[in-house]
C-alpha cells in the first residue's frame, strides 16, 4: 500500500519511522512518502495561506498550492483517495482504518491554520475522485499532523504481515465484538499487594474467556454505553444478558 502524506512540516511525520510503521516501511509492506507541501509554492516567500474571504480570524492555506501537491502525488491513479483530517469531518473510527487496509493508495493532505479553502475537496469530489474529511475526535489541534500520524498507524498496523502474530488483532477494544477490551496482567502475579484474578491461572480456557467477556462487558457498560447500546442483541448469550 502506498500513503502520501502532504504538510507544512514534514519533520513532524518522522515518528512514522519508529516501531512497527517504520518496520513496515523498511520491508516494502508500506511505500509512505512524506511531502513538504510548500515544494508546490510558486512564489519567493513559498506561501501556502491567506486571509479568509468574509473577514474572521487566522489563515486559510490556499487552493492552488494544495491542487498542484495533490495533482502532482494523486496523479491519475483511480483508486487514489484523497483524505483530509479536519475537525469538522465524521469522526474516523476503527471501521475506517480497516477499509482503508484493503486501498492501494491514500493522499493525506494536512491543513493547518483555519483549515484547507473549502473548494480543494469540492474541487476532488466533482472530479470523481474519492475523498473523506475525518476528524480523530472532539477537540482542536493545530493542524493535521498529529491526525495523519494516528491514521497511518491504525491503518498500518492492519496491513497484512505488519503485526507479527495477527491473533492479537483479534480481541482488540473496537473489534469484531463491539466492545472494550478486557483488563491485562503479566508478571508478577503479586504486585504492591494487588493479585492477579485467580481465574487467570486456572488453565481452564472456558473459564478464562468467560470471565474476560464479562470484564469486557462491564468496563464497555461503565466507559462506553454508546457501544452498549449499539450491540446487536442477536450476538449476545444468555451470560452476558446477566450483566
Ligand atoms: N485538525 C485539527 N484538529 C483535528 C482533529 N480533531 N482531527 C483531525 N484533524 C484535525
Known amino acids: 500500500m502506498r500513503i502520501d502524506v502532504v504538510s507544512i512540516f514534514p519533520d513532524y511525520l518522522a515518528a512514522l519511522d519508529l516501531s512497527l510503521v517504520g518496520k513496515a516501511r523498511r520491508s516494502g509492506l508500506l511505500d509512505l512518502r512524506v511531502h513538504d507541501l510548500r515544494d508546490w509554492t510558486a512564489d519567493r516567500h513559498r506561501t501556502v495561506d491567506d486571509t479568509p474571504f468574509g473577514g474572521g480570524a487566522g489563515m486559510v492555506m490556499r487552493p492552488d498550492v494544495w491542487g498542484a501537491a495533490i495533482d502532482s502525488v494523486?496523479?491519475?491513479?483511480?483508486?487514489?483517495?484523497?483524505?483530509?483530517?479536519?475537525?469538522?469531518?465524521?469522526?474516523?473510527?476503527?471501521?475506517?482504518?480497516?477499509?482503508?487496509?484493503?486501498?492501494?493508495?491514500?493522499?493525506?493532505?494536512?491543513?493547518?491554520?483555519?483549515?484547507?479553502?473549502?473548494r480543494v475537496a469540492e474541487r476532488y469530489r466533482a472530479a470523481g475522485r474519492r475523498v473523506s474529511e475525518l476528524s480523530i475526535g472532539d477537540y482542536v489541534l493545530n493542524g493535521g499532523e498529529v491526525a495523519a500520524l494516528v491514521m497511518v498507524e491504525a491503518?498500518?498496523?492492519l496491513l497484512p504481515g505488519v503485526v507479527g502474530n495477527p491473533e492479537s488483532l483479534v480481541e482488540e477494544s473496537h473489534g469484531a465484538a463491539g466492545l472494550l477490551e478486557y483488563p491485562v496482567y503479566t508478571k508478577p502475579p503479586a504486585w504492591e499487594g494487588l493479585e492477579i484474578p485467580e481465574v487467570l491461572l486456572s488453565g481452564h480456557h472456558a473459564k478464562i474467556?468467560?470471565?474476560?467477556?464479562?470484564?469486557?462487558?462491564?468496563?464497555?457498560?461503565?466507559?462506553?454505553?454508546?457501544?452498549?447500546?449499539?450491540?446487536?442483541?442477536?450476538?449476545?448469550?444468555?451470560?452476558?444478558l446477566r450483566l
Request: aromatic share 4%; with cysteine; net charge negative.
Open 74 to 118: 494523486l496523479g491519475d491513479d483511480p483508486e487514489g483517495h484523497l483524505v483530509i483530517p479536519t475537525p469538522s469531518g465524521e469522526v474516523f473510527t476503527q471501521r475506517h482504518a480497516e477499509a482503508f487496509a484493503t486501498e492501494t493508495h491514500l493522499v493525506v493532505a494536512c491543513g493547518r491554520y483555519e483549515g484547507i479553502d473549502a
Open 155 to 157: 491503518v498500518g498496523r
Open 209 to 240: 474467556d468467560r470471565w474476560r467477556r464479562d470484564r469486557a462487558l462491564e468496563r464497555t457498560a461503565a466507559r462506553r454505553p454508546d457501544m452498549v447500546a449499539a450491540l446487536d442483541v442477536a450476538g449476545l448469550d444468555k451470560h452476558d
